[in-house]
């Protein structure tokens, strides 16, 4: 067993230039911005789709609802002698919750049931989300990866830089027949990412602390999720964390912008050139991934701060 302390919001700072792209944006720059991880309960009969779209037109302003013609999520197995086709999944067509909502869930109106059962998927399952506006298409793919459970969280006693501190012990052990990317939700928009390289298969503890400026000066619940990424999603979260400095949530406009897996495909035929993303400057801002997720909650007992 192993116990680690982490002052930041980062374990590693190791980033893969060839998946994550800084780009600096001018303040005039129109971007979509899409909000599309999903997290997988799998104790729940469904997955909770829901894709949010915006706009931003400046890094001072705030984000705008973009209009969508359209919304699918096509979902499989990719046929080995034909990567750019899914086999033994579906397609969920998707519509706005509200108008003016920028929410898309699945339709309830198609003949078809359009939600996804969790019982339909596994493990490297293919997803493809693939979006158009009245002008553009936008296109990501993505593969469901799975997690393991937070076993326990643990209210500490120790202190950091001010001494005001909260210290949160977590708690969880990884599976030792692959390699996996973790990313810990400590709620308060306030992100870590690891890997399992010096851990792989062993029981983890860490302490993560709570900085006194969040004002825990009351007794409350925190809500902790582990959920599991590729290592693309991995280092897009570990450069948003980096670049917005714990201040920002992963789906807001940081002045310097990361890239993430959703692609201007317009007046592409083949979603595969998709993976080519210095086809040009056109691209969305966020990111498309299906991972599934554990939670856990603690409540936090201030007389021992």
């Known amino acids: 067993m192993k116990r680690f302390i982490l002052t930041l919001l980062t374990i590693s700072i190791i980033i893969s230039c060839e998946d994550v792209i800084d780009v600096e944006l001018p303040d005039n720059d129109t971007r979509l911005i899409v909000n599309g991880v999903i997290r997988v309960d799998?104790?729940?009969e469904?997955?909770?789709?829901?894709?949010?779209?915006?706009?931003?037109?400046?890094?001072?302003e705030s984000n705008n609802i973009a209009a969508l013609?359209?919304?699918v999520i096509y979902y499989g197995t990719t046929n080995p002698d034909a990567p750019e086709i899914l086999e033994g999944g579906g397609i969920s067509n998707l519509t706005e919750l509200e108008p003016g909502s920028g929410k898309w869930v699945p339709d309830p109106t198609f003949d078809s049931d359009q939600r996804i059962r969790v019982s339909n998927i596994n493990e490297g399952d293919v997803f493809q989300?693939?979006?158009?506006?009245?002008?553009?298409?936008?296109?990501?793919?993505?593969?469901?990866?799975?997690s393991v459970p937070?076993?326990?969280?643990?209210?500490?006693?120790?202190?950091?830089?001010?001494?005001?501190?909260?210290?949160?012990?977590?708690?969880f052990t990884d599976n030792g027949e692959r390699d996996d990317f973790y990313i810990l939700?400590?709620?308060?928009?306030?992100?870590?990412?690891?890997?399992?390289?010096?851990?792989?298969?062993?029981?983890f503890v860490f302490s993560y602390f709570?900085?006194?400026?969040?004002?825990?000066?009351?007794?409350?619940?925190?809500?902790?999720?582990?959920?599991?990424?590729?290592?693309s999603f991995y280092n897009y979260m570990n450069q948003i964390i980096v670049q917005s400095g714990g201040d920002q949530g992963p789906f807001q406009t940081p002045a310097a912008t990361v890239r993430g897996n959703i692609t201007n495909i317009t007046g592409i035929d083949?979603?595969?050139?998709?993976?080519n993303v210095s086809r040009n400057d056109n691209f969305a801002l966020g990111y498309f991934a299906i991972v599934q997720e554990y939670k856990k909650s603690i409540v936090i007992d201030n007389e021992k701060n």
């Open 270 to 275: 083949n979603s595969e050139v998709s993976d």
């Open 129 to 146: 989300l693939l979006l158009t506006t009245s002008e553009e298409r936008y296109f990501a793919t993505t593969t469901y990866v799975k």
């Open 46 to 60: 469904y997955l909770p789709i829901e894709i949010i779209v915006s706009k931003s037109s400046s890094f001072f």
């Open 150 to 171: 937070i076993e326990s969280l643990e209210q500490g006693n120790q202190t950091l830089f001010s001494g005001d501190e909260t210290e949160v012990i977590v708690t």
């Open 42 to 44: 799998e104790t729940q």
């Open 210 to 231: 709570y900085d006194s400026d969040l004002e825990l000066d009351t007794d409350r619940t925190i809500n902790i999720g582990l959920f599991g990424a590729d290592e």
């Open 69 to 71: 013609e359209s919304a």
């Open 185 to 203: 939700d400590f709620d308060f928009n306030e992100y870590l990412v690891t890997e399992d390289e010096f851990y792989q298969g062993q029981t």
